[in-house]
């Protein structure tokens, strides 16, 4: 029987020589695309704890402003006003931000829009309070504070800032543990294509020989 130009044994080894190369692509094509995946859902593992971070960073400047707004009713020194001056400016830049970190997430959205109208409340009540002790004395800033109005505001805020919180934590759970199934995925399907071309060597190696 004749097998043309290369023989039998050429032909196989044209075939193997391309059989390698379709192989050396496919390992090459897995690896770019566990690269992809893992840089993607680094990024946004990194956008999680952005938005934890901001979150916090919102929380602390109302208590910021709530703690020397207290220490300036308490002493009248007119420094501790500062803070709760620029408060409502530096709290509404630290929800921009908020927003458009979760611009992608409707619910987390809506909520940082919740927590923007709940701070911006805290913050003109405590800024009323100082208005208050300045024209009309301590007693009435004591009954106002009494009422609880503020406090309760204060009170929802955390729990909101909480709720974000805990779904953001959830989220980014479930993105690490994605990330580490893609993973464990991609080396799984490199070490079966490997085990497959260690198979395919050896069957044409025995039929060569």
């Known amino acids: ?19 390698s190369l379709i192989v050396v692509l496919m390992f090459a094509l897995s690896y770019l695309g566990a690269r992809r995946l893992r840089e993607s859902e680094v990024f946004w593992v990194e956008h999680g704890y952005q938005i934890i971070a901001e979150l916090e960073a919102s929380y602390i400047t109302l208590r910021e402003a709530e703690s020397d707004q207290r220490t300036y009713l308490v002493n009248d020194d007119e420094r501790f006003l500062n803070s709760l001056n620029t408060a409502a400016d530096k709290f509404r830049a630290q929800i921009d931000r908020l927003e458009s970190l979760t611009a992608d997430n409707p619910s987390q959205l809506a909520s940082v829009r919740k927590l ?17 002790k300045r024209e009309r004395g301590e007693e009435a800033v004591k009954q106002d504070i009494l009422e609880g109005s503020g406090a309760r505001k204060m009170a929802e805020a955390y729990s909101l800032a909480n709720e974000i919180r805990l779904e953001e934590e959830s989220l980014l759970a479930e993105r690490r543990a994605h990330s580490e199934a893609g993973a464990r995925n991609a080396m799984l399907s490199l070490a079966a294509l490997g085990a497959a071309v260690m198979a395919t060597l050896a069957m044409a190696y025995t039929f060569i020989s």
């Open 1 to 19: 029987m004749k097998y043309g130009k290369y023989g039998i044994e050429g032909r196989l080894v044209i075939w193997f020589a391309l059989a």
């Open 116 to 132: 923007e109208a709940l701070g911006i409340e805290r913050i003109n009540i405590l800024q009323t309070q100082v208005r208050l």
